[in-house]
């Protein structure tokens, strides 16, 4: 999967399933498994981005939202 290098990404913890899906202008809906406590849920969309693209990303903005800025790294 081929993703830009900085993104906004709305963010959807405790679902059953992993998913990235493409929105309008460069926001992506991402669905990941782990629960939205203690940084699990971010935890687990960084790795899910690693997993998918073979890059790393960070968290630039929003760490505690569900709608987050991310960069590649």
């Not at 493409?22 to 935890?43: F, H, L, M, Q, R």
């Not at 899910?48 to 709608?67: A, M, N, Q, V």
Request: proline share 4%; no cysteine.
């Amino acid at each position: 999967m081929d993703l830009p290098d900085k993104f906004r990404v709305k963010l959807r913890p405790n679902k059953a399933q992993e998913s990235i899906e493409a929105e309008k202008n460069s926001w992506y809906k991402i669905s990941v498994k782990e629960p939205a406590t203690d940084g699990k849920a971010n935890k687990a969309l960084l790795d899910l981005l690693k997993d998918r693209t073979g890059k790393r990303y960070i968290i630039k903005h929003g760490k505690r939202s569900k709608k987050k800025l991310v960069e590649r790294f």
